[in-house]
């Protein structure tokens, strides 16, 4: 057996892609994002390469995203989902909304935001939202009580 050596994210997507439901189909139809600043490193090369077996969707803001990902996953009868992926920070928080109502509805919606530097090193991420008074607090502690 070979060694296949992957980044994070090159590993997550396989692994996303990899998903199927019961009856063989892929159980993640694809994967909403935006990229720029913050979003987690690595995922736009991982998923371009990924491009023919996992598809990406561009959209303009993660709160719409977040919603047309649970769209699909109402109008499938909860047996198929879509990811959504986002930055730190604004676009971390404006996926909390349709994460509420995912968790209130069962609705599966696999959301995956930025998050802040392993070692809080150099300084804040642009946008982060930060409590100075606790440096473990980060915007994705929102999705603690709607999310499963």
């Known amino acids: 057996m070979s060694v296949i050596r992957l980044t994070a994210a090159q590993a997550m997507v396989k692994y996303l892609a990899a998903q199927m439901t019961e009856d063989g189909e892929p ?5 909403w994002a935006i990229f ?6 690595g995922i736009g090369e991982a998923l371009y390469a990924e491009r023919e077996t996992f598809r990406t969707y561009r959209g303009h803001n993660e709160q719409t995203m977040a919603h047309a990902a649970i769209a699909y996953a ?7 989902a879509m990811a959504v992926t986002s930055s ?4 971390a928080t404006n996926m909390v ?3 509420a109502l995912a968790h209130v509805n069962r609705l599966p919606l696999l959301l995956i935001p930025g998050d802040v530097f392993a070692n809080r090193g150099p300084d804040p ?3 982060q939202v930060e409590d100075w008074g606790d440096g473990t607090v980060s ?3 929102c999705f603690r009580p709607v999310t499963r």
Not at 27 to 31: R, V
Not at 74 to 80: E, L, P
Request: proline letters at 3%.
């Open 27 to 31: 159980f993640l139809s694809g994967i």
């Open 88 to 91: 730190i920070g604004p676009g």
């Open 74 to 80: 109402k109008q499938s009868k909860r047996r198929r």
């Open 125 to 127: 991420v642009l946008q």
């Open 139 to 141: 915007v994705n502690d």
């Open 97 to 99: 909304t349709a994460a």
């Open 36 to 41: 720029g600043h913050g979003n987690v490193a």
